[in-house]
């Protein structure tokens, strides 16, 4: 018997919005998990670096830009440092969309983040999963939590603060009880990080079954801190892959600042972007 629950239970329909891309995007960058947080400046220099100097003709994040996000209205708590942050990263995004299409994808850390933030980024906000028809092929793209089945505690949780009444009610609460919250919750889980635990990885089986439902060959995906490049089916033409977004952090040793390219016409490649000096 499966030690994970069964796949209906937990996982969002499978079945995709697309994005249909122009013909004169030749150039797509994909990035996720940069866990932006005011009390890590190196990682947001980097970032912000990379937003200005991008070649990309379209960017697409997904998920975790953000360490925490707890609602749109954060951006007009005049005097609050964190206000004070949301404020200049959208800045920064809006930067960007004045001269690319900047997409966004929610992950299971900002979740929150609403039409109103992503109005004043410019940005376009994308249901997960949602499928990219770009060079002649489809891929699936997806933060990549809801695949992650055998994390069951996480997915019961994934299924109550995913819910629209929920977070209703959550964003009806004083700004104030919702940072405190938010604060007791990233205190909970850093013990289990600093003692080395993983994320789930995501399910095979699952990820097949979205490809399929999709009529996609590429999964691209984020969530699991675990970049890697998978081949999924080989029996499949063209093969069915998954692609595995780095997370970032310009402190680790060597850092992880790493954005996924797609080039029309080319593989897929994976690019450094350069630390402070």
């Known amino acids: 018997m499966s030690r994970h629950a ?21 150039t797509l960058d994909f990035i996720s998990d940069l866990h932006l947080q005011a009390s890590e400046p190196a990682t947001f220099a980097a970032w912000q670096r990379y937003m200005a100097s991008t070649p990309a003709d379209a960017l697409f994040i997904l998920g975790d830009l953000f360490e925490v996000w707890v ?25 960007t969309s004045a001269r690319l299409p900047v997409y966004f994808m929610h992950g299971n850390r900002d979740f929150l983040l ?14 997960d999963p949602t499928v990219l028809d770009f060079d002649g092929q489809r891929g699936l793209l997806s933060h990549g939590d809801a695949l992650c089945l055998d994390d069951v505690a996480y997915q019961q949780f994934r299924l109550q603060v995913r819910n629209p009444a929920w977070q209703q009610a959550i964003l009806a609460k004083p700004l104030a009880e919702r940072q ?13 990080l600093a003692d080395g635990a993983s994320y789930a990885d995501v399910d095979a089986n699952e990820a097949k079954a979205w ?13 699991t801190h675990m970049p890697k490049d998978h081949v999924i ?27 996924l390219r797609l080039q029309a016409g080319h593989a897929p490649r994976r690019v450094a972007v ?3 000096a």
């Open 114 to 127: 609403g039409d109103d933030f992503a109005k004043g980024c410019g940005m376009t906000l994308l249901p």
């Open 274 to 276: 350069a630390p402070s």
């Open 71 to 95: 609602g749109d209205d954060i951006t007009r708590a005049a005097g609050d440092p964190d206000g004070a942050f949301a404020l200049q990263c959208q800045q920064i995004i809006r930067a």
């Open 233 to 259: 089916d080989n029996s499949q033409q063209p093969v069915w892959r998954r692609l595995v977004l780095s997370d970032w952090d310009a402190k680790a040793q060597p850092p992880r600042l790493e954005v």
């Open 6 to 26: 069964p796949a209906n239970q937990y996982v969002e329909p499978v079945a995709g919005s697309e994005v249909s891309a122009p013909a004169r995007w030749r």
């Open 180 to 192: 405190a919250l938010a604060r007791t919750l990233r205190a909970q889980s850093q013990p289990r």
């Open 211 to 223: 490809l399929q439902a999709n009529t996609a060959s590429t999964l691209i995906h984020g969530h």
